[in-house]
């Protein structure tokens, strides 16, 4: 190892540590969505017809789960990707989040190769090992977070809340690279066991230049770290304590933000599991083109989020705003605007124009890096991980519900008509939320962010 250190402060001496942490992050939510989303296309060459005449290409065994079955399959990841929220931040906060991460990327790899497996069993078993590959997912993003906590100045956090957005690439590649290898070589490799390669190459990656913290990364210079821990002064402890949930619980800063971050998150997820299916099914794509297509609203949400992230970082470098001000602000494009073209698609019935509506939609949610995906940093940077740990796990619910709403309105006639009824929920799960942190959010320190100090001994009174 100290080989590899050495050799690797000869490669890297003139990249920052923290860039190095930010690419990480990027690639880690990259591979986190892949094997989250490769499902939404995979299942579309899985299941067989509905009508018995019909006749589809092969590319592999096809199974016969129906529309609530296969909503069921979908949501099983964020079952266990919910309940494992809270106490996946937890132990990022206890023991780590380079450490937590790699055994997380570890599971993942197992059970997604054992995925095609799973399948054959049944549809129990697939559901089984889809929740399984949810729980072991749900450290990611409280670690995530804790590294942004401890290694981005605050004027560089903008940028670092965009790499997250490596979530959305992810989404691309999985759709675009499992469209096509599906079609190529067959689901269970294009739709899995290539995914656990990649999967692989990240858990590497992450061994070896992820730390926990500056004053642990060995080839960090002295000059960056004493930049990094002045520019967090005393926001930031190295101190570990059990977070203050009762407190969180009775924040309405904190329980606004839980309601912003949902209506995020209903918009973020039903238009990663759903979109597939309508324009295959409504707008009538194929499969590749399909998988191409569906990938523009995340291409557009990872370019603007990049855009919205560098504007918030010069604005509070130049004190234009205050940090709330600027929260509520950016809303309006994170939220408000998003929902507003999702009530524009229920007038519209062009295809290429329905996607154009789509892709605007969540590429204005780009801004969320500076709305709901960065306040938990505002309230309590000693605590970033349990906070987005414990609003992910409600958030992370719409993962499970939307699959069932678009089955229920989709069950009996899938057609544009009900799918409007599905577009005018995500419309008002956007801008409801959005509205109520007009009143109640805050971009502020909440007091019990502070680490209680020790009593002093009577010997230290005197």
Not at 125 to 135: A, H, N, P, S, Y
Not at 436 to 448: A, D, I, N, T
Request: overall charge positive; aromatic content about 14%; charged content about 10%.
């Amino acid at each position: 190892m100290i080989e590899i250190n050495a050799f690797l402060v000869r490669a890297f001496r003139r990249i920052p540590a923290r860039l190095n942490i930010g690419f990480m992050l990027f690639l880690g939510c990259l591979t986190t969505y892949i094997v989250r989303v490769n499902i939404s296309i995979s299942i579309l060459a899985m299941v067989q017809p509905k009508n018995a005449n019909e006749t589809l290409p092969d590319f592999g065994k096809r199974y016969p789960w129906n529309a609530s079955e296969q909503g069921t399959i979908i949501g099983a990841f964020f079952w266990g990707y919910s309940i494992m929220s809270i106490p996946g931040a937890y132990l990022a906060e206890r023991f780590g989040p380079k450490i937590l991460t790699m055994v997380s990327f570890i599971a993942i790899i197992v059970l997604t190769v054992l995925t095609p497996l799973a399948a054959a069993g049944g549809f129990v078993t697939m559901c089984v090992v889809r929740f399984l590959t949810g729980t072991v997912s749900g450290p990611h993003f409280p670690c995530y977070h804790i590294l942004i906590s401890r290694w981005a100045p605050p004027d560089e956090k903008g940028k670092f809340m965009s790499s997250l957005q490596g979530g959305a690439l992810g989404t691309i590649v999985a759709w675009q690279m499992s469209g096509f290898l599906i079609e190529a070589i067959g689901w269970p490799w294009g739709g899995f066991y290539v995914p656990a390669i990649v999967t692989i190459v990240t858990t590497l990656l992450w061994f070896v230049l992820i730390y926990d913290r500056p004053d642990t990364h060995p080839r960090i210079t002295p000059e960056e770290r004493t930049h990094i821990e002045n520019s967090l002064g005393d926001t930031v402890s190295n101190e570990k304590r059990v977070p203050p949930y009762l407190q969180m619980l009775k924040s309405v800063p904190f329980l606004t933000l839980m309601v912003l971050h949902y209506g995020n998150l209903w918009g973020l997820y039903f238009l990663l599991t759903a979109t597939p299916k309508f324009m295959s099914e409504i707008l009538g794509f194929n499969l590749g083109t399909t998988g191409v297509l569906s990938s523009l609203p995340h291409i557009a949400r990872m370019l603007f989020s990049f855009v919205f992230g560098s504007i918030g970082d010069l604005i509070k470098r130049r004190g234009w705003m205050q940090v709330t001000v600027m929260r509520k602000f950016f809303c309006i494009f994170s939220h408000i605007v998003p929902g507003l073209f999702l009530i524009g698609l229920c007038f519209v019935h062009e295809p290429y124009t329905c996607v154009a509506l789509i892709t605007l939609s969540l590429g204005f949610n780009g801004a969320s890096v500076l709305t709901n995906l960065q306040n938990s940093q505002d309230l309590a940077p000693n605590f970033a991980g349990t906070l987005y740990g414990t609003m992910n796990a409600i958030g992370t619910t719409t993962g499970f519900l939307t699959p069932l709403l678009v089955a229920h309105f989709t069950r009996y006639e899938n057609t544009f008509e009900n799918w409007r009824y599905v577009f005018m929920i995500g419309a008002g799960a956007y801008i409801a939320p959005a509205i109520l942190y007009f009143f109640f959010g805050s971009g502020k320190v909440q007091p019990w962010n502070a680490l209680p100090k020790p009593a002093k001994s009577e010997e230290e009174s005197k």
